[in-house]
């Protein structure tokens, strides 16, 4: 079932439990979906799977993002409604790597590509970003690489 249909009967059935906040989420997640299944260049197949990961990712970044500045501002309540579909988008993720399963990959990549010193990051960012795609957050994987490095 690709994650369009996966959507759509959540949707559902979250319109009948009347969930609210999972019926946002879910709605701006198939919003995004529409959005990149029409734009130019798109194929008629619909997402592919590496689309449709990149599309979930980007929409928990914005969350994330957004619920910082209303942590700063001290707005609970919008703050709370960005956590909740923060929750129900990450439900369609692909589990996220610990700190240590992220340093031994990046290890691995390391030794693969053969990077020695912090100029080397590039390499290595090149291949950890394509391998650890979904995973793990990019401001996490570029911060222990450049501990790693140096």
């Known amino acids: 079932m690709s994650l369009k249909q996966q959507i759509d009967a959540d949707i559902k ?59 700063q501002q001290n707005r609970a309540d919008l703050l709370a409604t960005e956590e909740a579909e923060i929750a129900v988008i990450e439900k369609y993720l692909p589990k996220q790597l610990t700190e240590d399963e992220i340093k031994a990959k990046l290890q691995e990549i390391i030794a693969r590509v053969g990077a020695k010193a912090p100029s080397d990051m590039g390499k290595v960012m090149g291949v950890a970003t394509k391998e650890l795609a979904g995973l793990a957050e990019g401001k996490v994987v570029s911060a222990l690489v450049k501990t790693l490095l140096q």
């Open 13 to 71: 059935q979250a319109m009948l439990a009347r969930e609210t906040d999972r019926l946002r989420a879910l709605r701006a997640i198939k919003s995004m979906i529409l959005i990149d299944e029409t734009k130019e260049g798109a194929g008629p197949d619909g997402l592919k799977p590496e689309e449709e990961l990149k599309l979930l990712t980007k929409a928990v970044k914005q969350r994330k993002d957004s619920a910082e500045i209303f942590r």
